[in-house]
């Protein structure tokens, strides 16, 4: 049973940090690429960092670029996304998804329709 379990959300202060982490289950992790993507209220889920299995490549929204960074631990089987910098708009819900790459490089896509698999969700709040 394949599972991705997210954790660290909580309530934060603008201008603080925080890092989330994504533990998975159930699949050879380094066959996978990981991505983080979010939702907040009455928006569509939206991409927000992807790395590949390797390590090797990442991908971010631009409007996260410079404040958060995504990396992965294979000995643990987790990915992580730290958060620095907060602000208010990144309050939502964060879910980690890992799509499939095999042995091959395939790049750490930004479309949420490449990940196979996703976790349930861990909400960040950020007050101003």
């Known amino acids: 049973q394949v599972q991705l379990v997210e954790s660290g959300g909580g309530l934060v202060q603008a201008g603080g940090s925080v890092t989330l982490s994504c533990a998975v289950s159930?699949?050879?992790?380094?066959?996978?690429?990981m991505g983080w993507f979010r939702q907040a209220p009455g928006k569509e889920r939206e991409f927000v960092a992807a790395?590949?299995?390797?390590?090797?490549?990442?991908n971010y929204a631009d409007s996260v670029k410079g404040r958060f960074t995504i990396s992965r631990d294979m000995a643990k089987n987790t990915g992580y996304l730290q958060m620095n910098s907060l602000k208010a708009e990144d309050t939502a819900v964060y879910y980690c998804?890992?799509?499939?790459?095999?042995?091959?490089?395939?790049?750490?896509?930004?479309?949420?329709?490449?990940?196979?698999?996703w976790g349930q969700g861990t909400q960040v709040t950020v007050s101003s």
């Open positions: 790395i590949t299995w390797r390590g090797g490549s990442t």
């Open positions: 998804g890992a799509d499939y790459a095999g042995s091959a490089y395939r790049p750490a896509s930004s479309s949420g329709l490449d990940y196979e698999y």
């Open positions: 159930g699949v050879t992790f380094s066959r996978y690429n």
